[in-house]
C-alpha cells in the first residue's frame, strides 16, 4: 500500500462528517469562484471588447466603466472575507472533528 | 535633481538598509535547521504572514511602473494593476490552504507526495528556478533604471556598482536572517510602502479639497486635447491585436500569482490551514488597498506634474510616482519615496533568493542528487547558503548585463511561466485523482518550454516597430525581427496547452501510487496532519526500500 503517511485514513474518510466537509467546502469554493470569474470577465471582456458602451453608458454621475471597475476592485476582498470568515466558523470545527479520526498505523 | 537631492536620497535609504540589516542580525539563528533557515519554522501568524505576502509580491514595478502607466494612459493601465489582485483569489480559494496542509518547505513537496518523486522534484525545482531568474533578473535590470533616477547616476560603471551593492546587501540579508530575516523586512517594507502610498494619495486629493471629480477634471484637462480618452477605455487595447495580447496577460496574470514559487513558500511560513488563509485574505485587502492608492497617485501624477514632464525625465513613465512626491512635499518627501522604491527591491530579491536557494538545496541536492545518502539538516542548510550567495551572483551579473532593457516582459514571462508550468500540475495534484506523474511531467515541462518559446519570437524580444521619437524598437533586440508569434504574452496559448497536455498524458497512462495516495491526501489537504505528525516521511526518497517498510 502506497502512502506518504504513518496514520490511517480510512476512518476519516468515510466518516459522514468528512463527507459534509467536502461537500461543503466544494459549494464555497465553486461558488465564490463563480462570482469572481462571472465578475472580472464581465469587467475585462467589456472594457476591451465593449468599450465604448461602458464608456458612454451612465448610472448617475458615474459611467459603466468606473463602476465595474470599482466592482472588480472590491470583489476580491468581499470574496476573500467572506470564505475566510465560512471557513473559520463552518469548515474549521468539521476539519477538526475529521482529524481526530486520524489514527496511527500500528507499525 | 541637485547633488543634495541624490544625497538626501542616499541618505534615507542608507538609514533603512542599516535598520534593517540590524534587525536582520538580530533575528537570524547562526546554526538553524531546514524548517528553520526556509520557512522560519512556520512561526508567523496569519496577519504577520498577509503582509509579509504583499511585500514579497508588489515590486517596484508594481509601484514605479503602474503609477506611471496609469499617469499616462489611465483607465487600461488600471484594468492591468487589477489583474494583479484577482490571482490571489486563485491563491486563497484552490491553493493556500491544500498547500500548506500537505507540504513541508517547497512547492515539489506538495507534488511530490503522490507522483513519481525523482523526476517531479526535478521538474519542480527547474521551472522555480527558471520562474525566480526571470523575476530576479527583471528586479536587479529595473534597480539600474532606479538608480538612475533617484541617485542620479548617469555613467553605466556607475549604476552597475549599485547593482552589485543592492545585490550584496541582499544576499547579506538571507544569509544571515533566513526567512526570519526575509519576512521581517517584507513586512517592514510592506508598511512602508503602503503608509507612503496612503500619504501621497491623502496629500493628492487634499490639493483638489478632497474631491475625487475635481482631481478628475485636472488630469483630463493636464493631458491636453485627447485628455478625456484617459478615463475612458480603449487608449491601449484598442486594436484586435492589443485586444487578445491583454486577454492573454490577463489569463496569466490571474493564474501566475498562484503558482508562483516565492508566493507559494510563503504559505509554509504560518503553523496551519486557518492561518495560510488568513495571510491570503490579509494579502489581497493589502494588495487592493495599494491598487486604489495607485489609481489615486497615477491620476494625480498626470493632474499635477503632467504627461509632458513624465515624459521628458530620464527614466520615463517610471518617474511619474517620485516626480510627484517632488511636486508634493519637496526634496524630504522624494528622498522617502525613493528609499521606499529601494526597500521594495531589496525585499522582492530577498524572497527570490531564499526561494530558489531552497529549491536547489531541498528538491534538487538533498532529494536528487543525494538521494541515496542520509544527508544531514545542516548540510542541506549549508548547501542552500552557497547557493544563495551564487543564485545572488548570477542575479548581479544578469542584472548588470540587462540594465537599461525593456524589462517589463520578464516579469510577463515569470507570471505565464509560473501560469503555465507550475499552476496546471498543482491543481490537478491537488484534485484531480486520475492525474500520474507522466502527465505531470508533460505538462510542466510542456508549459515551460513552450511559454519560453513563444516569448522569444513574440514582438517583446524582437520586430516591433521603429518608434520614430525615440529612433529605437520596443522590443528587446534592436535592428533583427526574427518573431512569428503576434502576442507579446504567451498565455493564452500555453496555459490550455499545459493543461491539457497534463490531462491527455494522464489519460494515456497508469500510475497506481498516485491513484492511491490521492485518497489520503485528499483528506489531509482538507483536514491537514493530527499534531506531531512528520508531513512526510523523512530519510530516503521514494521508492526506496525503507519506506515501502515504514509503510506496511
Known amino acids: 500500500m502506497n502512502t506518504p503517511y504513518s496514520f490511517d485514513t480510512h476512518a476519516a474518510r468515510t466518516s459522514p462528517t468528512y463527507a459534509e466537509l467536502k461537500s461543503r467546502t466544494r459549494r464555497i469554493t465553486l461558488s465564490l469562484l463563480a462570482a469572481f470569474v462571472a465578475i472580472y470577465g464581465t469587467y475585462v471582456g467589456t472594457s476591451v471588447y465593449a468599450s465604448e458602451a461602458v464608456a458612454d453608458a451612465h448610472v448617475g454621475p458615474l459611467s459603466v466603466a468606473w463602476l465595474l471597475t470599482l466592482t472588480a476592485t472590491a470583489t476580491p476582498v468581499v470574496i476573500a472575507v467572506v470564505f475566510m470568515r465560512y471557513s473559520d466558523r463552518v469548515l474549521q470545527p468539521l476539519a477538526d472533528e475529521v482529524r481526530a479520526l486520524l489514527v496511527e498505523r500500528d507499525q | ?552
Open chain 2, 1 to 552: 535633481m541637485d547633488d543634495n537631492s541624490s544625497l538626501l536620497n542616499f541618505l534615507v535609504f542608507a538609514a533603512f538598509v542599516l535598520t534593517t540589516l540590524i534587525i536582520v542580525f538580530r533575528v537570524g539563528r547562526r546554526s538553524a535547521s531546514q524548517e528553520e533557515f526556509f520557512t522560519a519554522s512556520g512561526g508567523f501568524s496569519g496577519r504577520k504572514n498577509g503582509f509579509a505576502l504583499a511585500g514579497d509580491f508588489l515590486s517596484a514595478a508594481a509601484f514605479l511602473g503602474i503609477t506611471g502607466a496609469v499617469a499616462l494612459n489611465g483607465y487600461d493601465s488600471y484594468l492591468y494593476a487589477i489583474g494583479f489582485l484577482v490571482g490571489w483569489l486563485v491563491a486563497l480559494l484552490l491553493v493556500a490552504q491544500r498547500l500548506r496542509n500537505t507540504g513541508r518547505l517547497t512547492m515539489a513537496d506538495a507534488i511530490c507526495l503522490r507522483l513519481n518523486e525523482r523526476p517531479m522534484r526535478v521538474a519542480a525545482g527547474v521551472s522555480t528556478l527558471a520562474v525566480t531568474f526571470f523575476y530576479l533578473l527583471a528586479q536587479m535590470a529595473g534597480a539600474g533604471g532606479l538608480v538612475a533616477l533617484l541617485l542620479d547616476v548617469p555613467s553605466r560603471a556607475g549604476q552597475s556598482l549599485v547593482i552589485a551593492g543592492v545585490g550584496l546587501v541582499m544576499i547579506v540579508y538571507v544569509l544571515v536572517g533566513g526567512m526570519r530575516g526575509t519576512t521581517i523586512v517584507q513586512i517592514l517594507k510592506a508598511v512602508l510602502l503602503l503608509s507612503t502610498c496612503a500619504v501621497l494619495a491623502i496629500w493628492v486629493l487634499s490639493r483638489f479639497s478632497l474631491s475625487i471629480p475635481g482631481m478628475l477634471d485636472a488630469a483630463v484637462a493636464s493631458a491636453g486635447p485627447e485628455g478625456a480618452a484617459l478615463l475612458e477605455p480603449g487608449k491601449v487595447y484598442g486594436t484586435a491585436l492589443t485586444r487578445l495580447d491583454f486577454i492573454s496577460l490577463a489569463l496569466a496574470l490571474a493564474l501566475g500569482t498562484a503558482g508562483l514559487p516565492h508566493i507559494l513558500m510563503r504559505f509554509y511560513t504560518v503553523p496551519d490551514a486557518r492561518q495560510a488563509r488568513r495571510s491570503a485574505a490579509w494579502a489581497i485587502g493589502l494588495i487592493c488597498l495599494f491598487s486604489v492608492f495607485v489609481l489615486v497617485l497615477g491620476l494625480g501624477a498626470a493632474s499635477i506634474v503632467g504627461p509632458e514632464k513624465i515624459l521628458g525625465s530620464v527614466s520615463g513613465p517610471n518617474s511619474a510616482g517620485p516626480l510627484l512626491a517632488f511636486e508634493l512635499g519637496g526634496r524630504w518627501m522624494l528622498a522617502i519615496v525613493c528609499a521606499v522604491a529601494f526597500a521594495t527591491i531589496l525585499a522582492v530579491v530577498a524572497g527570490l533568493l531564499i526561494t530558489s536557494a531552497a529549491s536547489f538545496a531541498h528538491d534538487i541536492y538533498e532529494r536528487v542528487i543525494r538521494r541515496r545518502h542520509q544527508v544531514g539538516d545542516q548540510e542541506v542548510v549549508r548547501v542552500a547558503r552557497w547557493a544563495v550567495v551564487a543564485i545572488g551572483l548570477l542575479g548581479i551579473g544578469g542584472g548588470i548585463v540587462a540594465n537599461g532593457q525593456n524589462v517589463a516582459f520578464l516579469v510577463a514571462l515569470a507570471f505565464a511561466v509560473a501560469a503555465s508550468a507550475n499552476l496546471p500540475t498543482l491543481i490537478l495534484t491537488m484534485y484531480w485523482k486520475r492525474f500520474t506523474t507522466t502527465g505531470a511531467l508533460w505538462s510542466m515541462y510542456g508549459g515551460l518550454i513552450s511559454s519560453v518559446v513563444l516569448i522569444v519570437f513574440s514582438p517583446a524580444v524582437s520586430g516591433k516597430p521603429i518608434n520614430p521619437a525615440t529612433g529605437k524598437s520596443a522590443s528587446m533586440i534592436q535592428g533583427v525581427d526574427f518573431h512569428w508569434f503576434p502576442l507579446d504574452n504567451p498565455g493564452i496559448v500555453s496555459i490550455p496547452l499545459a493543461f491539457a497536455l497534463g490531462i491527455v498524458a494522464s489519460l494515456l497512462t497508469r500510475d497506481d501510487k498516485s491513484r492511491e495516495v490521492f485518497n489520503d491526501l485528499e483528506v489531509v489537504g482538507l483536514v491537514g496532519a493530527p499534531p506531531q505528525t512528520p508531513f512526510e516521511v523523512v530519510g530516503p526518497a521514494a521508492g526506496e526500500p525503507t519506506r515501502e517498510a515504514l509503510a506496511k
